[in-house]
């Protein structure tokens, strides 16, 4: 068998890795953490998964977790290997929940699952029980070696043992003696002891033996009672008889007396179906009216009322807007005088008073001129003439001082006409632009009231299409035929109510039955006659009497009858329960004739076992005694291995010793010859691949070298994949010229 490559998908630190294998020495080097012991993880648990062994519940290893991919949700690869010239590929997923192992052929590509062993434990096939066929532990403690783990565990031993066993007495490693003395011991437990009443099946039915003599007893017991029971049941049906003659004797008195009750409920029906035939007939004429919707008539109302408010409204709207429309003709009107202030009374004595005081300033400038005239005048005939024009002179003068105060005033109290016309101008626009302003928010108004008068012209055509669709709806031209409609209907109503209610009346007198039923007694009553019906007051009082007591008697037999069929059933036959009580001894019997024909069985095979381990020992011993010597060069050749795996060895003075005194170089070469002999020796006729990962680290260069010659020497025959994190083992191999396929990762 050889491993021809791993594709690693999504496993621990690797995704899309891919490592091609070849026949013969492997040789994988990477540095410290770059991924081999992943690598090797990854053919195991591409072989074997990570489900604990020895378990009876799918339960998951440490290994699961510490090598769950780091950036990848999935956690699958696939594995190829070939035997017999065929290539097989195995495809894992490891995620829990969705764990699954499918197995194909590689050429053709055919699902080839079925043909492999399913574990019920894992719920998946195991791939290596075709043509790996060696077991999680077998294979953890022979062919797969990591990094400081020469040593065996200590189920390896248990395991060895039940192969070499079975190739000593067999020939043949798919027989296993222990899985026998296994299932010997388990069909002991599955048969148990007296002891286990509760729990074997050979402790049950001893136990259901007792409880069936128990069963014996009371049923015993109970069919003596049941004689009583029986007995009280014949005596109670007599009386019960005789109840029932006086019963049926006392029904046909009160027969008669139905009978007249019954003749006059048929003419009181008879008279309630020809009135509400009649009230059918009137219900006929009017039934055009029953559909009509009194709520159609509502809705009219309510339109006619929506009618009404809308008129109002837009009557009152309408008036509003004629007094609007007058008071915006009033300011257009005043918008279309030229001068809209000409008649301002204030305006009009601003300027009067602005002309008199500007023709007084006149006045005093001319008398100013005058006065200053008859100073100079003065001043020259006083110069010239006589000194009394100095007086006219001075007189003058206080006459301009006097004249020039005045002006002052008048100027002071003159207002320029200019500023008059402008404020008279401003005043104007102002007054324009109120007027425009009460223009546009009538105009405003006028136009929300028209929008009001056609959103209500609007309204009012949808409340009259209101009233025309309902009238239409209802076949009618206008409100009044409506009205005696609605008026018909009601009419139409009530009798259809006392249609009805004549119709209840009917039912409580017919009760369940119809008119012809009715009919049907009355042709049976008529063979009674009714004349002279007497019948005594506490007639139906004492029919009612005997009923009781035939129920009451009824019940009693019936509780007896009940008692007995509950015995009966609580209680088997007893020729039954001696039946069974047989049955169960025949049982007991064969138990204890298979328990004692197991445990003779189970001595001669474990005697025949321990026979034939001494016989194969020597052979083991052999085996790893070649080994060993052929990778010490012949320092150590002879090993002695006990039934458990204990080694010891003989030295080259003929002294057997204990191996934990040598180096631990020695110890780990012993072990590893271990290894090789088992696997050679369960495994002969298989080349299984050797995996050994790191196991050579402590070794020194000659150990080192003499393994790697023993190893070469085995890669001619199997293939051997080694992992290394030194170029001891590359340069030692390429000075000896061994051929090997290096793969660095």
């Not at 040593?151 to 798919?174: P, R, Y």
């Not at 139905?258 to 029906?269: G, S």
């Not at 119809?514 to 009919?519: G, M, P, Q, S």
Request: proline content about 1%.
């Amino acid at each position: 068998m050889i491993i021809e490559e791993l594709i690693i998908l999504s496993f621990g630190k690797f995704n899309g890795k891919n490592i091609k294998l070849s026949d013969g020495l492997n040789l994988i080097y990477g540095d410290n953490e770059a991924g081999k012991s992943t690598i090797h993880k990854f053919i195991e648990g591409m072989l074997y998964g990570f489900n604990k062994k020895y378990t009876k519940t799918k339960r998951y290893t440490e290994d699961y977790e510490k090598y769950f991919p780091w950036n990848n949700n999935q956690y699958k690869g696939v594995l190829k290997y070939s035997y017999d010239n065929e290539i097989y590929r195995i495809e894992r997923n490891f995620e829990k929940g969705n764990d699954e192992v499918a197995v194909f052929d590689e050429e053709t590509g055919e699902e080839l699952t079925h043909m492999y062993e399913y574990n019920p434990v894992a719920r998946v096939i195991e791939p290596t029980s075709l043509h790996f066929g060696i077991n999680k532990s077998i294979y953890q403690n022979t062919i797969s070696i990591a990094q400081l783990e020469s040593k065996t565990d200590s189920n390896f031993a248990k395991e060895v043992k039940d192969n070499l066993i079975n190739l000593g007495g067999t020939l043949d490693n798919e027989i296993s003696i222990k899985n026998v003395i296994e299932r010997l011991e388990k069909r002991i437990n599955d048969i148990g002891t007296k002891n286990r009443l509760k729990t074997s099946p050979y402790g049950k039915i001893i136990e259901e033996l007792n409880k069936l003599s128990k069963q014996r007893d009371k049923s015993h017991k109970m069919f003596e009672e049941t004689k009583e029971f029986q007995y009280k049941i014949n005596e109670l049906k007599k009386e019960l008889n005789e109840l029932v003659r006086k019963k049926d004797k006392l029904e046909k008195d009160i027969y008669k007396y139905r009978c007249k009750e019954i003749n006059d409920k048929y003419i009181k029906a008879k008279g309630l179906l020809k009135e509400i035939d009649s009230l059918h007939k009137q219900s006929y004429k009017l039934r055009r009216f029953k559909d009509i919707k009194i709520k159609d008539y509502g809705d009219i109302i309510k339109h006619e009322n929506s009618v009404e408010t809308i008129v109002e409204n837009m009557s009152r709207i309408e008036e509003n807007i004629s007094l609007i429309q007058q008071k915006l003709d009033d300011v257009n009107s005043q918008l279309d005088q030229k001068n809209i202030l000409i008649e301002n009374i204030n305006y009009k004595e601003k300027l009067t008073i602005y002309e008199k005081l500007k023709n007084k300033k006149k006045i005093n400038k001319l008398l100013l001129l005058f006065s200053t005239i008859s100073i100079v005048i003065g001043l020259v005939l006083g110069y010239s003439y006589n000194y009394i024009f100095y007086f006219l002179s001075v007189f003058m003068v206080f006459s301009d001082l006097y004249l020039v105060i005045k002006t002052k005033s008048i100027n002071c109290s003159i207002i320029d006409k200019k500023v008059i016309l402008d404020e008279l101008e401003n005043e104007k626009i102002k007054k324009n632009n109120e007027l425009r302003d009460t223009e546009r928010f009538l105009q405003n108004q006028l136009l929300e009231k028209n929008t009001e008068i056609q959103r209500l012209k609007t309204k009012l055509n949808e409340e009259n299409m209101g009233i025309k669709f309902i009238l239409s709806k209802n076949k009618f031209d206008d409100v009044d035929e409506l009205k005696l409609g609605i008026e018909k209907k009601r009419l139409y109503e009530e009798i259809i109510n006392r249609i009805n209610y004549q119709r209840e009346i009917l039912s409580n007198i017919l009760m369940k039955e119809t008119i012809e039923e009715l009919e049907e007694k009355m042709k049976e009553c008529n063979k009674v006659s009714l004349d002279d019906i007497d019948i005594e007051e506490d007639i139906v009082e004492k029919l009612n009497v005997i009923k009781e007591n035939i129920v009451n008697k009824d019940k009693e037999i019936s509780n007896l009858e009940e008692k007995i069929n509950t015995m009966n059933s609580l209680f088997r036959p007893i020729q039954e329960i001696d039946e069974e009580i047989s049955i169960k001894q025949e049982m007991i019997d064969k138990y204890e004739n298979e328990l004692n024909s197991i445990e003779i069985a189970k001595a001669t095979i474990e005697k025949i076992s321990k026979n034939i381990h001494r016989d194969f020992a020597p052979k083991l011993n052999k085996k790893v005694s070649q080994i060993i010597s052929d990778i010490t060069h012949g320092k150590y050749k002879e090993i002695k291995i006990t039934e458990n795996l204990e080694m010891k060895i003989v030295d080259q003075n003929n002294n057997l010793i204990d191996i934990e005194s040598l180096s631990y170089g020695t110890i780990d070469q012993i072990y590893f010859s271990l290894r090789f002999g088992i696997i050679d020796i369960i495994k002969e006729d298989k080349n299984i691949p050797l995996i050994l990962d790191d196991c050579f680290i402590q070794y020194d260069d000659q150990r080192l070298s003499n393994i790697l010659d023993y190893i070469y020497e085995q890669s001619m025959d199997r293939q051997i994949i080694l992992f290394t994190c030194q170029k001891r083992e590359q340069k030692i191999l390429n000075d000896k010229k061994y051929s090997f396929n290096y793969i660095e990762i």
